[in-house]
């Protein structure tokens, strides 16, 4: 269906002059406030009275699918119906036709565009919406909304939008990953009194890199243990089939042991771990000059560095030179054990001896195979900083359902933008069946304009 749509404004302005601001304002607040929404309601009272009466004739190649083989429609009644946009509220009256037939009613435009019963929002201004509360509270999103775009959306109504999204859902895939990230934060979490609760909340993200290097989120959980988000990871996969090659975690115990058995291997990350082990010298009752001197020590036995080139390029010697010197850093690191173990301090001893397993690993898995495996948690520790700042310093009083959905849409908008993208172009059903051109801009007066 084609229309020729002829808008009609009345400008006038001051012949003592005017700013360009207020002009500008001036038109922005038509467009918005009655242009845009009523451009729109206009097409879709056209639209509704051509595919009502085509049903009505039996001239139509889109029947409503609610209705019988062979439908006789007569006019029922018209009903008053608006939907919030972000271009505004557009008001309609649709048209609903009663089969003589089956004696079923339907709603002709309703059927035509897809929409639900009770719907009132359309899915782009849902899509807005998420967006804004993601990077900033409720609060501070409903007023930018309304100043900005126009758009009064009430910050309790933008909460249930948002908790009523499936915009959060991951598809994580059943493809083994090369690296697994995997780590947890503390947030202010609402209080329950009845069941004793404090309002500290401990929210756990995990992320996926796979062969081609693109980051996969696989999703984010609140008040759930590491074994069973380990459980909810391994989801769909064979029995036997790991999630990653490599589990690159900050060594804390529970996240090791329940996510540890989901790879092949795991890498402990050297900042976390030349980084604590100044707590665990303080524990057994070290003295800070003590503590820097093995920390340095620490670094100097863990920071062997690969080449730059492919692996194919390294010659027999460097490959050679390599293995010589973590062989070095291993027996350095048994040394240090040693020490500790000499000095007492068992807190720290244990924590080298545990810790120590997994460290080279992104060496021995570069001399087996020639892939390059992070050394720290980094990738995951700038998406827990993203979180961080939505869910600690711009609110707090979170219930865990609801920081844990937060978390998803942050870390599916900023890892895996493709998988965000696709899932409002399927929902929004942009495929290029609507097409709108501004064809000219003319004076329509009886004065013709001067030179």
Sequence with gaps: MQNIIALEVLAAVSENGFSLDELVISTRKLFEQKGMPGLIGLILRLLDENISLRLRQNNSGWKPPSCCAQPDYEF??????????????????????RCRRCGKSTVPLREFLGLEVYQSKTAELEKTVVEVVSEQSYRRSSSHLETIGNIPVPKSTAHRWVADSSCDKINTGTETFDQLFADGTGYKQRCNKKAKTSNRGELRIALGVDKQGSVVPLGSWSGESWDEIAEDIKGKRHENQPVAEVLVSDGEVGLSRALADLCNEHQRCGWHFIHDLNFSMWQDGASKTERDAKQKELINIIGIELPEEDFKSVS?????????????????????????????????????????????????????????TPRVSSMIERMMREIARRLKRIAFGWSPAGAAKMARIIIKRFTSAAQWGKYWKDKLKIDGKVIMLLRDIKLVSPQPLGR
Excluded at 76 to 97: H, M, N, P, Y
Excluded at 344 to 358: C, H, L, Q, S, T
Excluded at 359 to 371: N, P
């Design 76 to 97: 029922q009644d018209q009903q008053e119906k608006s939907f919030r946009t972000s271009a505004g509220k557009v008001k309609i009256r649709w048209r609903r036709l």
């Design 316 to 372: 027999q010697q460097e490959h050679e030179e390599i293995s010589a010197k973590l062989d070095k850093a291993k027996n350095d690191m048994e040394q240090l054990y040693n020490y500790l173990m000499s000095r007492g301090y068992d807190e720290a001893a244990g924590y080298i001896n545990r810790g120590g397993k997994n460290i080279f690993t992104y060496l021995e898995r570069w001399l087996k195979t020639g892939l390059i």
